[in-house]
């Protein structure tokens, strides 16, 4: 039985993560994409709306589950009896960064880091240009899975409007 665990800030998920947990289903017989709790930084959905998201979105991924974690990924990692992370690369910022800590992981617990490259049509997503990209009101309904959609415009609509 294999597994890995998929972190993320997922805030919202795009069709970008949901193109790596996808593919990441397919080389292990369980992942477990997890919402990494930061309570230094307020999201624009709450983790359990995050979490909810994932789970439609993912509904058709027979072998993927949701969770959510706070603390060390790879506290969690080990928990689960995994020791494999997964992880999207956009290109050379992501590589710098998630290289830091994939070496970091590995020296922590000997958990180790397998990367997606993304496909081409994703490089440029992210969550944050997303919610950006909303709030000015820019197409963004590609960019993320139908059951995100209306529910981010929604959110950002109660924003604008507390603004
Ligand atoms: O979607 P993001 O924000 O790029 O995800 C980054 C995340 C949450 C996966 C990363 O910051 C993380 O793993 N945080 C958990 C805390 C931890 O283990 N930190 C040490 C990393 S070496």
Redesign the pocket.
């Known amino acids: 039985m294999t597994g890995a665990v998929c ?5 919202p998920v795009t069709v970008g993560h949901l193109d790596v947990i996808t593919r990441a289903a397919a080389q292990f017989d369980e992942i477990v994409v ?1 919402v ?1 709790i ?1 309570k230094n930084k307020r999201g624009l959905f709450s983790v359990d709306e995050r979490i909810e998201l994932l789970g439609e979105s993912t509904s058709q991924l027979g072998n993927v589950r949701i969770a959510s ?1 706070q ?5 969690y990692a080990r928990e689960l009896g995994f020791t494999a ?1 997964v ?1 999207g690369l956009r290109g050379a910022i992501d590589f710098d ?1 998630e290289l ?3 070496q ?2 590995r020296k ?1 617990t000997g958990v180790d880091t397998l990367f997606f490259p993304a496909n081409p049509a994703h490089s440029f997503l992210s ?1 944050s240009l997303v919610k950006e990209v909303a709030t000015y009101g820019g197409d963004v309904e590609d960019m993320v899975p139908p059951a995100v959609h209306a529910k981010l415009l929604a959110r950002i609509a109660e924003r604008n409007a507390e603004a």
């Not at 603390?71 to 506290?75: A, E, F, I, S, T």
């Open positions: 972190p993320g800030s997922f805030d997890t990494m930061n974690w603390g060390l990924l790879v506290d992370i992880k960064y830091q800590m994939a970091m992981n922590l969550s």
